[in-house]
């Protein structure tokens, strides 16, 4: 079988299983899992065959139904792409093998044939919009997302996801009809809607029509920014991410939010291009941005008593150092950028699923509470310790190594100032993190001896935890396992133009 | 300065979507009440259909039907409307989306309008 259609496969699996969970007559159970949860490793088996094609052999484009390119939709599998997939399919296999247990006590078991047929099109538009090589596409892919992403926050009843949810998809409608304005100023300034033939017919034109790429510009950021929830247009984020089920909030914080970035990436650098991209100057606006969103967000957490609300203002605050590395516009600042998404996806899924797994045993959401929680559930707290010294950046985790890289990057774009910046971001990290930790391990709670117990968790919520964490410290003591092939994805972004 | 009339009349259907836009835009950030929203978001996404059908006008050209009998030469492009045709499937799913939560926060608030709903959660979050 040859694996050049691998990518379509994916996204074929994915569709129909997701269309045909509602056929299912069974009440849901064991059956059911075993059968998703095949699907979903044969996707990811495929993903990494793709990966490793990719790698040996040559990154290519697959054009549907061999129509050539600006007429048909084309997929772009390079190792980018080829990377992302395999990210996405690793996390959402983990997280999706926690929810078995998990989102029996969130939802009830009528819904979850319901819960399961959202994930599995989040999944398959996530991969969409990483592979898609086409504006419209994009956008297309993008509404799929944006839908499912409130959906399965909306499917916990309770009042106040339902507030959430609204305010979520009401952000969301008003950012993705930004983006289709800037797709349509981008369409009528250069008349195609695949990625590559814009950059060509831009990097000629843009000197006459730098106003209209500008608004542009604008109004795609603006919308993506919403989005991905950068400062001053987060506000809906630590609602949605903190009321949803468990699951759904590892999947959001650590996956759907990156999908956005990407959008971003491929929208600076490989639709716009490099040099005109710094040229009208937005690059620098993303940086006051971003550096906003590293502060604000770690203030805003230090006043959250509730450990998901915590969780979800800190993402706000590491989509800032993306956004940073990503404005650099140098390679050094992009591949930090790239880093951090996966060292992040896998970090913040660690947290949410332990702190998830604090609510399943205990029912306790205040960080005040948690004093001596450590010795009845060591393990879940082991996991949640990996993931906040990955957030401080403590050597030897993932985040060490992503702010390690994004350091040397502000420091070569000769932007010392930056770097305190990243120093103080990680400092209110360290202020706002460590107390749960402290409090966890070395506190007595009135009336419980410190007796060390074993986690009385289902196993499968146990092994999915720690197969999170440990791939954190995978990455954090061998980054060059990611960062190889980070950089040799980058040279496709930025400095040349697209060699396919 | 003398104002170029023909300049406005000639783009007036882009000048009409710049303004519809801003017009949902205000409707969405100014009403309390959600339905008005939606019908502000609504008008947004009007606005961009309008603005880009009107991409693809060509003045003076007929639908891009090929008929050798009439020799015509120029057509509209057909590409935008194609493209809209999709932007307004995704607008109604967001639509009824959108109206089926707001079913179900007055179902669990008793009111639609925003400004009660935070009332009542501020009370909620009190005791």
Do not use: C
């Amino acid at each position: 079988m040859s694996s050049l259609h691998f990518p379509v496969y994916i996204l074929m699996l994915l569709l129909a299983f997701a269309v045909t969970i509602p056929l299912h007559k069974k009440p849901y159970g064991r059956k059911f899992q075993v059968l998703m949860l095949s699907v979903l490793g044969v996707s990811w088996v495929m993903a990494l065959l793709e990966l490793l094609k990719v790698l040996w052999d040559a990154p290519y484009s697959y054009t549907f139904g061999n129509y050539e390119r600006g007429i048909g939709i084309e997929f772009l599998v390079d190792e980018f792409s080829a990377l992302m997939t395999l990210v996405v399919l690793t996390l959402s296999v983990l997280i999706i093998i926690y929810a078995l247990r998990d989102l029996e006590h969130e939802i009830e078991s009528s819904r979850m044939y319901s819960y399961f047929t959202l994930v599995f099109l989040m999944i398959f538009s996530m991969i969409g919009m990483i592979f898609t090589n086409d504006m419209f596409n994009l956008y297309v892919f993008m509404e799929i997302l944006s839908l499912t992403s409130v959906a399965i926050i909306a499917i916990k009843k309770k009042k106040d996801t339902l507030m959430a949810s609204m305010k979520y998809l009401m952000m969301g409608a008003i950012a993705s009809v930004t983006i289709l304005m800037g797709i349509a100023l981008i369409y009528m300034v250069t008349g195609a809607l695949n990625m590559s033939e814009i950059n060509l017919e831009i990097s000629r034109v843009w000197a006459l029509y730098p106003r209209n790429i500008l608004l542009a510009m604008g109004f795609m950021l603006t919308g993506f920014g919403i989005k991905a929830a950068i400062f001053p247009l987060h506000n809906w984020l630590p609602d949605a991410h903190s009321s949803a089920p468990t699951p759904s909030s590892a999947l959001l914080s650590g996956l759907v939010v990156k999908a956005y970035v990407f959008a971003i990436a491929k929208i600076m650098y490989r639709v716009i291009g490099e040099n005109i991209s710094v040229n009208i100057g937005i690059t620098n606006y993303i940086i006051i941005f971003a550096v906003m969103s590293m502060i604000m967000g770690s203030v805003f957490a230090l006043t959250q008593r509730d450990i998901k609300r915590r969780l979800a203002y800190s993402s706000v605050s590491q989509i800032g150092y993306i956004f940073l590395g990503l404005a650099l516009a140098s390679e050094l600042g992009f591949s930090a950028a790239l880093f951090h998404v996966i060292s992040h996806a896998f970090m913040k899924s660690a947290l949410f699923l332990s702190a998830g797994a604090i609510i399943y045993k205990t029912g306790i959401r205040d960080v005040k509470k948690l004093d001596g929680i450590g010795y009845e559930m060591p393990i879940t707290m082991t996991v949640f310790s990996v993931g906040v010294l990955g957030m401080i950046g403590i050597p030897g985790t993932s985040g060490f190594m992503s702010k390690w890289y994004l350091g040397l990057a502000v420091l070569d774009a000769g932007h010392p100032e930056l770097l305190a910046v990243i120093l103080i971001s990680s400092f209110l990290n360290a202020l706002y993190y460590l107390p749960i930790i402290i409090s966890a391990f070395l506190r007595e709670r009135p009336g419980k001896p410190l007796v060390m117990h074993r986690d009385k968790l289902p196993r499968t919520m146990k092994v999915s935890m720690v197969i999170v964490a440990l791939g954190s410290i995978l990455i954090g003591l061998f980054p060059h396992l990611v960062m190889d092939i980070i950089q040799r994805a980058v040279p496709t972004f930025i400095g040349i133009n697209l060699g396919l | 300065m003398k104002l170029d009339l023909s300049l406005i009349a000639n783009n007036i259907n882009y000048i009409g979507a710049m303004v519809l836009f801003i017009i949902g835009l205000y409707t969405v950030l100014t009403h309390s009440n959600l339905i008005k929203k939606i019908i502000g978001i609504n008008i947004m996404e009007t606005s961009i259909f309008l603005f880009f059908v009107s991409i693809g006008y060509v003045k003076g050209a007929v639908a891009p039907i090929l008929d050798p009998s009439t020799g015509e030469k120029i057509f509209v492009n057909p590409l935008p409307a194609a493209m809209i045709l999709t932007g307004i499937v995704v607008a109604v799913s967001i639509t009824a989306f959108s109206l089926s939560i707001i079913i179900k926060i007055h179902e669990a608030y008793g009111t639609i309008e925003l400004d009660e709903i935070m009332k009542i959660r501020s009370v909620e979050v009190d005791e």
